[in-house]
């Protein structure tokens, strides 16, 4: 088929030359004008020009960033000695989220923070991400000693009334508390528009403040519970114009009101979000209200930030209430795009809580279908990896949107349906997707355009994946991560011609679930591809399928005698042995042959075996079905297990294969203070032991880090702080936190392994479940990943 390429700039040709024939006011011109308008219009048709609204690629964020003032810090006994520690610390948080934002900005056009109550930090994150963004909302404030007074200065006593006075400068009753903490920061493919309805216009009533590039509508929340009560908390409103599609964005960013799980008992405030959601409810519509129906389908209506609906804490009845209960406003109008794209993701942008705090809500309905014209499509909701490592307690969550096409979110992913079908006497199993009843299906159709394919089966198994051009790449995700996707097992695409086509394929050993997106070369690409997947039968050592450590097993069928689709009497799979104990010990490998009925006419066996540690290769033990082997391998060891059987009975027989490891790689990520240990006057001084293998290692090297966190965490980031974040190990590895200032009874160094993997489990966040240490009036957590085999290339193609 025809590549097709979208240029805004040639549809605008077609624009500009019928403008000009319109303006030109002879007899003769009039007489042809239509024939030109004609002849330009097919120009501009045959240049294939998309229409400005045909370009629509826009990614947003919300941030939680937990930039907090001295009050969210200090407000306790010892504040003289806090407030001396934390100059400056603030600010440096603010530091490493724009240098992680501007690392590559490409991945988000529109960024909406919340938790953004320190001066200083907002002026870093305005410095030095304005020219990139200079479209921004940097403060709201609100005057709450005149408006709720009262609610002030209970906040103010359930914390500590002397630290607050020291930290304001000012006697309780004039206490103004925090402003609301949002900001926002958009492109310049983006200008601010007026407010519809300017009721909620922000900025010019008595004590409003607003520093902001455009109009801002803010309602500040009525309704607070606890500390909440300190701070503006409200939501705000902007609407942007689109400048590539011409698009109206209406934005609406937040920070609700949050529970309090640690304390005893917790302190839950659904009653409080649910007025703060009639307020937002109310603001969106009356801001949006002189709009016309046609303009409102239109409109992209995005409520982004930190809605603090728990999912995970008890039975999710807020969440159902709000999101799944039809006839009410957030149900019919709106959507949690992080249900609908990754659902069986949980998601978690809030790990102390372990909970999914952190929302993009669209409007109206997911996308399903009517093009353009249609709602917009919400193609793929992440929480990006760098972000994590960040100094907040929350997770970045951003979003991708575009027009819609077809299966353009996980949603409404293309069902994969690969079928068997005989090549060289020999079974195949495949797909070639690329029309459906006629239509093409395949196509990046706009700039920034996403495809989904969805693949379950009954097994694992080993599959080439890629399309027919290199200008469209291919990403593999699991249903539970859908973020960070899966490594091929070759480092290499590898070419195979289907018939008239070229398709440029990876192959990977994957689960019996998992999705393929499809996305151009880079965000300006359009054009046409097909998608080859192709599962591995095993029949032949050049189609083997591929063993993966902890993964679960690769099956084959050795077919019956008078197979439809060929015979297949071998069944080949490969392994290759990758790393190797920072110790220098060799890992423990294991590897089976399962199902194998009948021990004189089924034989496993070792070919093309290497163990680069030299020793010959080990027999399997029969037992049963089953065909076991353990041996040390090297790193680069590497050989195919081979089923076969002699003569071919009357039944298809399946067989098995799989591999287990001894080798763990551990990533260190944070060690976080999440309360300092008593008497909280000072510093703790820490340094960690860490017993790995036969070794003990100090982290640091020498000296010790200092943690201050009497009222909110402190968070250090391995890597900067202690030493090397990655670590190899075969046997064993623990943990001592150790508080250097501190070696009293009460703060015991206490030991704490990092914990084996169970059987058919490859890897375990240590972020979700870290290891915890309990002071004596202190806490510390470490952030970490285990896995049995790194998310990385085995090695080049074949």
Known sequence: MLEMRHRVEEGAMGDRLLETLARRKSWLDRLGLGLLVFLATLIAGLMGGASAQEVETVRVATFNAYLLSPIFKCANAQFADCLLQIPGETEKQAEHLADTILADTSRFDIIAINEAWDEDAKQVLIGKLSHDYPNYVGKIDAPLVKLRPQAIRDAITSLDPAAAVAIYGQPIEKIDGEDSGLMLFAKKDFDFLPLPDDSFKWGSGDGETLDATGEVGFTLYEHCGGVDCLSAKGAAIVRLLHKPSQSKYTVVFTHMQADYFDKNPPERHADAREAQFAQVEKLIETTLSPLSDAQRRR????????LNIPIFHGTPTEWTGRFATSG???????????AVTNPADPGISNYIDGERYDYILASPQPYRSGGIEGPICVQHVTIPVDFVDLESDHNLVTADLNLGNFFCHPGIAYKVNMTKVGVGGKPREEEVIDSQDGQDVTQIRYPGSMQWFHVVRSDAGTYSIGPSTEDVKIDIFLP????TPIASYYGKTSKIVDRERTMYVHTYALPREFYIRATGKDRAYTGDYALLVRRHTCATKEEACLLQPGEAP???TLSKAGGLFGTQNEAWFA?????????GADQTVKLFAEGLPDAGNYKAELEDFTNTNGSAAPAFEEKGTERKLSDAMGDGSTGYIVIRQGTPGGADVPVWAFMETSVRNLELKALICEDETNPELGSDDIYTKLSIDSRSLRFPAS???????????????????????NLTFVSHAGMKVIEEDDSSPDDPSRLRDFPDLPMGVSSIDGVRTPLIWNFEGGRYRLNYELRMRQNKSVKPAP
């Open 703 to 725: 000296g010790e880090r200092e943690f201050d966190c009497d009222d909110s965490a402190d968070h250090k980031d391995w890597m900067a702080f202690f030493g090397p974040r």
């Open 554 to 556: 690769q099956g084959a």
């Open 480 to 483: 539970d991560n859908m973020t």
């Open 299 to 306: 409109e992209r209506v995005l409520v982004m930030g930190d």
């Open 328 to 338: 009410t406003y957030w149900t019919d109008g709106y959507y949690d795009s992080w």
């Open 575 to 583: 392994f290759d042995v990758v790393g190797q104990a920072d110790s």
